[in-house]
């Protein structure tokens, strides 16, 4: 089954507008971890955060924010006043409190037309 | 931050011969490093889990004797394709987790392999 589950593949939108990256996972682990990360055109993977799961305040970074809600099991994204740049492939991953193991959303594609 | 390194960024090799890919930690020790494999438009399949000083576990599906992984030391773990075929071309990834458990997981800047 999958773990980490990214429904939107491709999203669109014109600059300055706020848009929403939706992750939903699944695990049994009491203490786990949920990521986002950042792909860009040229493949590194940047780091952008870390939740754990007992900390549910949504963070807000910048033009970044994040929704953590344990009651419907997601991770939302959100980039406010969206700019060409962040346009790039988003990944959601989960990390279980049992391993070191990462298990990766498909990912969501964004662009970002200016 | 910690930095992952990895080496080369890209390479285009013929089909027979031998490719290795070099991740190393330049900041901090990985007891665990990662290697993953990701296809045009695909998330990342993990590929196999390096060890310091022990053997890798491969995951279901991946043939250890085409994808040899050394972790000869706490900042450098070595990913050889060999025998590359076509088929093999694709972007690698390599990972790293601090010895604590869930730091984040830094990445290397991938090598793009084409074989032709």
């Known amino acids: 089954a999958q773990k980490v589950t990214q429904a939107q593949t491709e999203i669109s939108v014109v600059e300055k507008e706020d848009v929403t990256l939706d992750c939903v996972y699944e695990t049994r682990d009491t203490t786990y971890y949920l990521f986002w990360y950042k792909q860009p055109p040229s493949g590194e993977l940047v780091f952008l955060i870390r939740?754990?799961?007992?900390?549910?305040q949504n963070e807000i970074s910048g033009r970044y924010s994040w929704n953590f809600q344990k009651s419907t099991s997601s991770f939302n994204f959100t980039i406010t006043a969206s700019q060409v740049v962040d346009s790039a492939v988003y990944f959601c991953a989960l990390s279980e409190h049992t391993g070191n193991q990462f298990y990766f959303g498909t990912g969501t594609s964004l662009t970002v037309i200016p | 931050g910690a930095v992952v390194s990895q080496h080369p960024s890209w390479v285009i090799c013929k089909s027979g011969t031998s490719v290795k890919i070099e991740c190393r930690s330049l900041d901090f020790q990985a007891t665990t490093m990662f290697w993953y494999r990701q296809f045009p438009k695909q998330s990342l399949m993990l590929m196999a889990t390096?060890?310091?000083?022990?053997?890798?576990?491969?995951e279901q599906g991946v043939e250890k004797d085409k994808f040899l992984i050394n972790h000869a030391s706490l900042t450098l773990s070595t990913l050889t394709v060999t025998s590359a075929h076509p088929e093999d071309s694709s972007f690698y990834i390599c990972?790293?987790?601090?010895?604590?458990?869930?730091?984040?997981?830094?990445f290397g800047n991938g090598t793009r392999l084409t074989v032709t």
């Open positions: 990972s790293a987790i601090r010895t604590e458990n869930n730091s984040p997981l830094h």
């Open positions: 390096s060890n310091e000083g022990s053997k890798a576990t491969y």
């Open positions: 939740r754990n799961s007992f900390d549910e």
